[in-house]
């Protein structure tokens, strides 16, 4: 099935709830996705108390192994994979209702939440979609960790990821953006760790409901699970969490986006940094991207 790009604001055809827990706080929570009839945006609704918490960069709290949005008191952890998937299938109208303080972890990926939402249909709703055209570079740099964004026709994604860790060692991917590309090469890419960081991460109150189910744990030798969806998964997870993070803009992206050792403080820094100047990027209908070539071949370092 082919998804061409939408050119009108999408929602969903009709509700869906999914269920499972949480990763960090490894406690039982629900989600609705509610189809709305005009453009809103995505908006969170935490059920206990009624609180909307909207998909913004403002919004972004604790970044820690996760992507987390505060307001009014309510803390929304682990909402990235959902957004990666929301946006990769653009879909950027919704209505989120969640019961807890925290999202389904599912397995790992992003691939439930697709399956979900293709399963539910995409409903266009009236008007022209906009999409928000980097004119300028903007660039995040924290000593040899960065991100930036530069101008270009469509949207198109390089990433970087270099560990000390044999089995991981450097990974980089590059790939232009559709809904196509993102249900196969980015979806199903899980997220990761190394096993030497879990009994810290766990002293910390995190990680409390990983496992080899919804994670790839990589070990000295290698990962720890039976096998990867794909040769180079940790960096397609990280450009996963990108899309998703990205999000948090409010509007679809048209540009460049070239990230080294990043992660979701610098996603998140780079969203709020495009938004706090309006000189770097203008309104457009047009997404029809130019003929792209690419900057380099993928790289994938084999463990040793």
Known sequence: MTMPRSTQPQTLSREITISGHGLHGNRPCSVRLVPVTSPSGLVFVYTPTGAEIPAKAELAGDLVLATTLVKDGVRLQTVEHLLSALSGLEVEHLRIEVDAEELPILDGSAAPWVDAILQAGIQALDGRRRFMKIIHPVEVRNGERWIRALPFDGLRFRYVIDFPNPA???????LSLTPDKYRRELSSARTFCLAQEIDQMRARGLALGGSLDNAVVFGADGPLNESLRYEDEAVRHKMLDLVGDLALLGAPLLG??????AGHAMHVALAQAI??????????????PANVRFFFQPLVSQPA
């Open 256 to 261: 460049l986006v070239e990230a080294h050792a």
């Open 275 to 288: 938004l706090a100047d309006p000189s770097c990027w203008e309104w457009t209908e047009n997404a029809e």
């Open 168 to 174: 991981l060692g450097r990974q980089s991917r590059e």
